[in-house]
T-cell receptor, first 113, second 115 residues
């Protein structure tokens, strides 16, 4: 079974631009969560989608958004990039999305210059 | 602030020794999980312990949970150089409703195992 796939793995943007990151969950998993990892703040929850609906959201500004498609693939978008958005963005999938184990992708490393 | 706090922040040991990492949290939990992360890569789930469990084993891993003290420990026995990684505890709670997909992570312990 293929794992969680995130694209792109690395990207560089400049302040003010926007970025879209993609995540393909494990086949059969309907829940996709997104996390931001930075040296200063550690791992922080962004949002969770299940069957195309956002069920949970972390404490991030509205510049951070996401969506999920009918095939469970998910995208997250960050608009008007700031230097502080430089981070490793991790996607995780699970079969139920409740309190169980999450399966993480390798992440998308975003650098904002 | 992070609900899960871990200590030590860094741990350096020799191969064959045991490694113990501790995690404390501030709220009631549904479960507590431990994850491993190799440098700059994704997280790998190690073990999950539910709030009504006190101890769990998986291979060379032993996790304990003390809900009265709001703390957990992860023991890795007979460490190997390949165990070198960052280890994170993560909690799920029902504060404010079901915590769909939301794990609250500690800051992690960096484990270095010297051959």
């Amino acid at each position: 079974k293929a794992g969680v796939t995130q694209t792109p793995r690395y990207l560089i943007k400049t302040r003010g631009q926007q970025v879209t990151l993609s995540c393909s969950p494990i086949s059969g998993h309907r829940s996709v969560s997104w996390y931001q990892q930075t040296p200063g703040q550690g791992l922080q929850f962004l949002f969770e989608y299940f069957s195309e609906t956002q069920r949970n959201k972390g404490n991030f500004p509205g510049r951070f958004s996401g969506r999920q498609f009918s095939n469970s693939r998910s995208e997250m978008n960050v608009s008007t990039l700031e230097l502080g958005d430089s981070a490793l963005y991790l996607c995780a999938s699970s079969s139920q999305g409740g309190n169980g184990e999450l399966f993480f992708g390798e992440g998308s490393r975003l650098t904002v210059l | 602030s992070q609900q899960g706090e871990e200590d030590p922040q860094a741990l350096s040991i020799q191969e064959g020794e045991n490694a113990t990492m501790n995690c404390s949290y501030k709220t009631s939990i549904n479960n507590l999980q431990w994850y491993r992360q190799n440098s700059g890569r994704g997280l790998v789930h190690l073990i999950l312990i539910r709030s009504n469990e006190r101890e769990k084993h998986s291979g060379r891993l032993r996790v304990t949970l003390d809900t009265s003290k709001k703390s957990s420990s992860l023991l890795i026995t007979a460490s190997r150089a390949a165990d070198t990684a960052s280890y994170f505890c993560a909690i799920t709670t029902n504060a404010g409703g079901t915590s769909y997909g939301k794990l609250t992570f500690g800051q992690g312990t960096i484990l270095t195992v010297h051959p």
